[in-house]
């Protein structure tokens, strides 16, 4: 072999590091880089013990060819990695960075799927301005967002109005069922991000995000077999969205007109959460949770104003990133109207969590209407700014001593 080609040869090349531990982002099993397995890519070998019928052989591998691919057992060449657990691919990257789990959790109706929409095409669009880029770890895996990006951003019929499905409760591509340990389960399917600060040209860490239906969050709707917002218990930040606009408390406080749809009880579902993360962290139920907590403040533009809070001022610095100050003066602006109009949601903030911020933010830039909204109408503030400060609010951020 000549010298040129043994240069591109993984096989001369230096070992390439890896993480010391993985975890999967299906089942949340721990498990060491050696461990992992590979999916086999030749069509004879369709069918997995564990991942099912229609699913491609789980294998570890004893062939290499001579780049250093796996070949399955029929001598196709192999890329792709599964969890040894319970068979669901992993994305590649997920072995060379730290991975961090943010859960965005919220009643039913709060705006989860128009805000993850808004957030991803702004991060993914105005990294430098952001302070952070981030980009899919597999885009395939993040198809459903891709999905509400392309409805709300790229649409083709810009004054067509448009609605974002709800999330439902089981299937429709956010929850799968697989095996663990010899019995079925239903478990969420987390959208996969690598993030890097801007400039820098390697990822730095992934970032996985779960998005569970706002039922799930409703006290007793997690059990056993539908153990789907288990990773709440290993979640490094929690980005909460509220929607103000329908507590009818925080209606008057901000000068805006009584509405007579009867909503979901926002307080009681962040109790909830936080007696999940206290349950799966085998915490006191007394115990205030550590994690930090982001409670993105919804539909801002009908309601900032009265607030005092100037949507168009945006809270990052001239080189990138969340302005600590001017996040501390939004967050100051959002707790004086949230104690005038949801004392309750207040109380149960500050007793269930020791460390948390609100953030205002607007998915669409102005008021939907029943059959939806328009493209070409929409003109989000913030949307990213929950996101970008709960990233950098997780262990070695810019904002880890955050303290408000």
């Given amino acids: 072999m000549s010298s040129g080609a043994m240069q591109h040869n993984a096989l001369f090349q230096p070992a390439r590091e890896f993480m010391q531990r993985l975890h999967c982002a299906h089942c949340w099993q721990g498990f060491a880089p050696a461990d992992s397995l590979f999916i086999s890519e030749d069509p004879r070998l369709l069918g997995d013990p564990i991942a099912g019928a229609d699913a491609q052989l789980r294998f570890l591998p004893s062939r290499f060819d001579f780049t250093g691919a796996a070949l399955d057992p029929e001598g196709a060449r192999c890329t792709r990695l599964a969890c040894p657990r319970c068979r669901q691919e992993f994305p590649r990257v997920m072995l060379e960075v730290p991975a961090s789990i943010v859960s965005v959790v919220g009643a039913p109706g709060a705006g989860k799927s128009y805000l993850l929409a808004s957030a991803a095409w702004s991060l993914r669009r105005d990294g430098a301005r952001l302070g952070i880029e981030m980009l899919d770890a597999e885009p395939r895996m993040?198809?459903?967002?891709?999905?509400?990006?392309?409805?709300?951003?790229?649409?083709?019929?810009?004054?067509?109005?448009?609605?974002?499905?709800?999330?439902?409760?089981?299937?429709?591509?956010?929850?799968?069922?697989?095996?663990?340990?010899?019995?079925?389960?239903?478990?969420?399917?987390?959208?996969?991000?690598?993030?890097?600060?801007?400039?820098?040209?390697?990822?730095?860490?992934?970032?996985?995000?779960?998005?569970?239906?706002?039922?799930?969050?409703?006290?007793?709707?997690?059990d056993a077999m539908r153990p789907v917002t288990r990773h709440l218990g290993r979640s490094e930040a929690l980005v909460f969205v509220l929607d103000p606009t329908q507590d009818p408390g925080f209606r008057s406080a901000a000068g805006l007109p009584p509405t007579f749809t009867h909503a979901?009880?926002?307080?009681?579902?962040?109790?909830?959460?936080?007696s999940r993360i206290r349950h799966h962290q085998g915490k006191r139920s007394d115990q205030a949770c550590d994690v930090p907590l982001v409670i993105a403040m919804a539909k801002a533009d009908l309601w900032a104003k009265a607030a005092g809070i100037a949507l168009h001022d945006e809270p990052y610095e001239s080189g990138g990133g969340?302005?600590?100050?001017?996040?501390?003066?939004?967050?100051?602006?959002?707790?004086?109207?949230?104690?005038?109009?949801?004392?309750?949601?207040?109380?149960?903030?500050?007793?269930?969590?020791?460390?948390?911020?609100?953030?205002?933010?607007?998915?669409?830039?102005?008021?939907?209407?029943?059959?939806?909204?328009?493209p070409a109408q929409i003109d989000p503030h913030w949307a990213a700014a929950p996101f970008v400060t709960a990233y950098e609010w997780l262990p070695g951020g810019r904002l880890e001593g955050l303290q408000l």
Avoid: W
């Fill in 264 to 274: 979901t009880r926002q307080d009681v579902v962040l109790s909830e959460m936080a």
């Fill in 322 to 374: 969340i302005s600590s100050q001017r996040l501390l003066q939004a967050h100051q602006a959002c707790m004086a109207m949230a104690e005038r109009g949801s004392p309750e949601f207040v109380a149960a903030m500050r007793a269930a969590f020791s460390r948390a911020v609100m953030v205002p933010c607007s998915s669409i830039g102005h008021a939907g209407q029943a059959e939806g909204v328009q």
């Fill in 142 to 222: 993040n198809a459903r967002l891709h999905q509400a990006e392309n409805l709300l951003f790229t649409n083709p019929h810009p004054l067509v109005p448009v609605r974002l499905a709800k999330t439902e409760t089981s299937g429709g591509g956010g929850y799968q069922s697989v095996r663990i340990d010899g019995r079925d389960e239903v478990v969420p399917v987390p959208f996969l991000f690598t993030v890097r600060s801007h400039g820098v040209t390697r990822a730095e860490r992934l970032l996985v995000l779960y998005d569970n239906a706002g039922e799930h969050f409703m006290p007793g709707a997690d």
